[in-house]
């Protein structure tokens, strides 16, 4: 009896010791606290007649739960800190929090303030720097500038934020499920007086050891631009060819068939940019920042599941 009870109490410590083995194991590999990127290009407003600032709907990740609270400080590039602005968070679904910018601080002045108040007029460049209790957890870099305007009647000069968001983009398809559609997502802007301006979008996907046109978006749409940055998302087709083609290209279509490809794209005529990417083992790989093993946790371009990053070249 003594012998099957020893047994027992053998099987079960072994048991323990193995599901604490697989607990720590969890715990290790748990991802350090970030920002949802496209939130992030999608969450800082700013206003070209007056250079009033915002941060709105930013989604941070990986946060240690529903309860945290941080703050950013918004210096120029030099160190100078600025503003402060403090946050608490509202889990959505995990491991995604949005934050609530629920007051901020002037700095240079010593005292509370409105965050909607908060204006960057000078030409330079900006740092935001995100931190909790346990230190920063993510920088990110950007500037403004300003284009004087010649004509008394369009409405004064405008000032506009530059960064980032004219070098990245991303190839999307919905929930990592590979018989979706293939989309390109992109952040545009107008850059000039005028509000608003019409823009025709040519995008195409090359297979690089062939040259092969793989992919094209439907050429017909016209699309406008404001002078802020507005993310646009571009179904892409098989390329037409007569009066066939133009069926939609869906994500399986590529990762089919491993390689380098590239990604160009021109905005009314004019080149705009291209975009390099690999295929390898039937998935998109990452680069660079977009990168989790290589990339410096503090700049990490954070995905999700379903979203590749790439920079232009």
């Not at 739960?65 to 590039?77: A, C, E, N, Q, Y």
């Not at 571009?234 to 037409?240: A, N, R, V, Y």
């Not at 490809?261 to 977009?290: C, D, E, I, P, S």
Request: with cysteine.
């Amino acid at each position: 009896m003594s012998r099957k009870v020893n047994g027992f109490v053998i099987i079960g410590l072994l048991t323990m010791i193995l599901l604490g083995l697989v607990c720590t194991g969890a715990r290790s590999g748990t991802y350090p606290p970030g920002i949802s990127y496209s939130s992030m290009l999608n969450g800082i407003k700013y206003f070209p007649r007056n250079g009033g600032f915002r941060l709105y709907h930013i989604q941070a990740t990986f946060l240690p739960g529903p309860d945290t609270k941080g703050w950013v400080i918004l210096s120029k590039k030099d160190g100078e800190k600025l503003y402060r602005y403090d946050f608490k968070v509202e889990l959505l679904k995990a491991p995604y929090y949005l934050m609530d910018f629920y007051k901020a601080e002037d700095l240079k002045a010593g005292k509370k303030i409105a965050s909607h108040n908060i204006k960057l007029t000078e030409p330079g460049k900006y740092t935001l720097d995100f931190h909790l209790d346990s230190g920063k957890f993510y920088t990110f870099d950007f500037s403004t500038s300003k284009l004087k305007s010649s004509d008394p009647f369009a409405g004064g000069d405008a000032l506009f934020l530059d960064g980032p968001w004219s070098d990245w983009g991303y190839l999307y398809y919905r929930q990592a499920s590979s018989d979706r559609n293939l989309v390109w997502k992109v952040w545009l802007r107008n850059k000039g007086i005028k509000k608003s301006q019409s823009a025709k979008v040519k995008l195409e996907i090359v297979r690089n050891k062939d040259g092969k046109r793989i992919a094209t978006n439907r050429p017909r749409t016209t699309y406008t631009l404001q002078q802020t940055w507005n993310r646009f998302s571009f179904d892409l087709i098989h390329p037409m060819k007569g009066t066939g083609g133009g069926a939609i290209f869906k994500a399986k279509e590529l990762l089919a068939k491993e390689g380098a490809y590239t990604l160009k794209m021109a905005v009314n005529g004019k080149h705009y940019g291209k975009w390099t990417f690999n295929v390898k083992g039937g998935k998109l790989q990452y680069a660079g920042r977009a990168d989790r093993s290589k990339a410096n946790p503090v700049t990490f371009i954070e995905g999700g599941r379903d979203a590749w990053w790439y920079k232009k070249k």
